[in-house]
Antibody, heavy 127, light 107 residues
């Protein structure tokens, strides 16, 4: 059974870089059937898609975050990572990683939904 | 961006009730829609994708319908474990977007 686990610092100072890693177990991140993604949820608010990637390194970013965002993959470790630079209090959120499965057409983002989620990790931006 | 709206934002209901949540898209998205359930302190869980396909392991009291710009999630007979927040997500446009959520609580 596939599991995803987020890890990284729970506290980041303003203007610094937020770095998180998602470790995939119970399956290979190099599967051609899936994309992998990051989603966040500010306290008391809804879900925001951050970005997605394919094991080959192809990435898709939310335009609202693109200038500060890097998502990368390490297939040897079965991990993918997120780096968000110049953070502010508005970046305080629970960050989730997820597996994206496709039901038809399979040309990202067409048909891709989040079928396996990590438990999430809380990141607070504060000095 | 494709905007999603959900109605109602809040819904109070009783165990055994039939409830319906609506999601509307700002552009036609065919059947490229998923529904998620989120309980407090937990990650979201997919219930339905392709607007009406039940994810494996999800109880059949959940159903989805719709196409184009209007979609519904129906719970035929509410169970205590169904009280949660529900989100829709469109699966066709870039960037990926979610609806604002519908909180379902106990009356």
């Amino acid at each position: 059974q596939m599991q995803l686990q987020e890890s990284g610092p729970g506290l980041v100072k303003p203007s610094e870089t937020l770095s998180l890693t998602c470790t995939v177990s119970g399956g290979s991140i190099s599967s051609s059937s899936y994309y992998w993604g990051w989603i966040r949820q500010p306290p008391g608010k809804g879900l925001e898609w951050i970005g997605s990637l394919y094991y080959s390194g192809t990435t898709y970013y939310n335009p609202s975050l693109k200038s500060r965002l890097t998502i990368s993959v390490d297939t040897s470790k079965n991990q993918f990572s997120l780096k968000l630079s110049s953070v502010t209090a508005a970046d305080t959120a629970v960050y989730y990683c997820a597996r994206l499965a496709c039901f038809t057409s399979c040309y990202y983002p067409r048909g891709y939904y989040m079928d396996v989620w990590g438990k999430g990790t809380t990141v607070t931006v504060s000095s | 961006d494709i905007q999603l709206t959900q109605s109602p934002s809040f819904l109070s209901a009783s165990v055994g009730d039939r409830v319906t949540i609506t999601c509307r898209a700002s552009l036609g998205i065919s059947n490229y829609l998923a529904w998620y359930q989120q309980k407090p302190g937990k990650a979201p869980k997919v219930l339905i994708y392709a607007a009406s396909t039940l994810e494996s392991g999800v109880p059949p009291r959940f159903s989805g319908s719709g196409s184009g710009t209007e979609f519904t999630l129906t719970i035929s007979s509410l169970q205590p474990e169904d009280f949660a927040t529900y989100y829709c997500q469109q699966l066709i446009g870039y960037p990926v977007t979610f609806g604002p959520g519908t909180k379902l609580d106990i009356k």
